[in-house]
């Protein structure tokens, strides 16, 4: 599920989001652009890249959003904070970058360039 080439789930309203591709870009890497928000990720795609983080559903979340807190997703399973992200990607944390079976936050950006 995870793509062979280089892939960074990207909000461009994100300034850490925009600045992990301006930093792979000026490395010479051109990664696809997935603009998760409107071409969410299923739950598949969302389990692989969990694993290819090596972290768990609620270290790849966004527990500022509004959503985590009304859908009470700190103490939720790990199977419902999945389900939680594929029906709200914006819970997703930004960047991911994905680079042949491996993964990387993008906080900080320079965080991306342990995976290459």
Known sequence: MI????TIWHNPRCSKSRQTLALLQENGIQPAVRLYLKDAPSEAEIVAVRNALGVTADEMMRRGEAVFKELALGTATEAEQIAAMVAHPILIERPIVVHEGR???GRPPEAV???F
Do not use: Y
């Open 113 to 115: 360039l342990g995976i």
């Open 103 to 105: 993964a990387a936050i």
């Open 3 to 6: 793509p062979e080439q280089t």
